[in-house]
């Protein structure tokens, strides 16, 4: 098993994955047909993900491809952490927040199921797996290729219709193109949404890394045994520079440098 995968830090490049290529990796792998990460918060993706990478480890005729409650869903996600206990995978799945379809935490725990896949063996699949055969052996595999519209659907019909007022056929052609344009673009502007929220947070997660990393090193700097080393001294210098504009490196090379100096004229002295 691949036990490297199953911790990867916060900062590694399985979390710099992009939705579309997720997306595009869990419709190849499994014959779907998803448009947003939020159509795989059931848990049954994830569940047949690890079924295709571990052949009957899975009771695929549990799993419930057309779980709209997040009672059904957490029910995908009981055998899932199951599958986890079984392989040893200590994973921790936040059951609470992905049943709430959210982008970003439904994000994340797709692009550490891929890491994971990918590092079993090599991420070559098996090529005799059927993911379409393994779904409906269990008979529950029917809304996952229709959510996308469905979803298309609900919005074009939360939209006003002017048609049913007039009563005029040209009016209600009107509205219905009217309708099916806004609805394009709302879901248009809702995927560019998601990304650049993507982008806010791995910057986030980027900045967190850097930051503590620094911080780390300022209290290496605060040791009594450290703190009026001449290299203590310059690694501050470069810390705590207020000005943004201008690298501290400079005044940090030429406080090492004299400290050199006086260190090998008191050398000189006690030697004569």
């Known amino acids: 098993m691949a036990m490297s995968a199953v911790n990867i830090g916060m900062m590694d490049g399985a979390y710099f994955v992009g939705r579309n290529e997720i997306l595009s990796w869990i419709n190849a792998t499994l014959q779907l047909s998803l448009s947003r990460v939020e159509e795989a918060a059931s848990g049954a993706v994830q569940c047949q ?99 996308h519209k469905s979803f298309k ?39 560019k949404i998601v990304d650049l929220k993507l982008s806010v947070d791995n910057m986030e997660k980027e900045r967190d890394f850097y930051f503590t990393k620094l911080r780390d090193i300022e209290i290496l700097c605060q040791r009594p045994e450290l703190e009026h080393l001449p290299m203590t001294n310059a690694i501050r210098k470069i810390l705590y520079a207020a000005d943004a504009r201008e690298s501290a490196l400079t ?13 090998g004229e008191a050398e000189a002295e006690e030697t004569q």
């Open 49 to 147: 993900m690890m079924d295709m990478v571990h052949p009957g480890v899975v009771p695929m005729h549990k799993v419930n491809f057309d779980a709209k409650s997040e009672y059904d869903m957490i029910q995908n996600y009981k055998l899932l952490q199951e599958v986890f206990n079984k392989l040893k995978i200590e994973k921790h799945i936040d059951v609470n927040k992905l049943v709430k379809g959210r982008p970003l935490d439904n994000l994340e725990f797709l692009q550490w199921l891929k890491r994971y896949c990918d590092s079993v063996n090599g991420g070559i699949t098996n090529e005799n797996y059927n993911p379409v055969e393994r779904r409906t052996k269990g008979g529950k595999e029917r809304s996952l290729r229709g959510s």
């Open 251 to 263: 005044e940090a090379e030429e406080l090492i440098s004299s400290s050199t100096v006086d260190d």
């Open 153 to 191: 659907s609900l919005q074009a019909n939360n939209l006003p219709n002017r048609g049913t007022i007039d009563g005029h056929k040209q009016g209600k052609a009107s509205d219905s193109f009217y309708a099916e344009q806004s609805a394009y673009q709302i879901q248009e502007l809702s995927e």
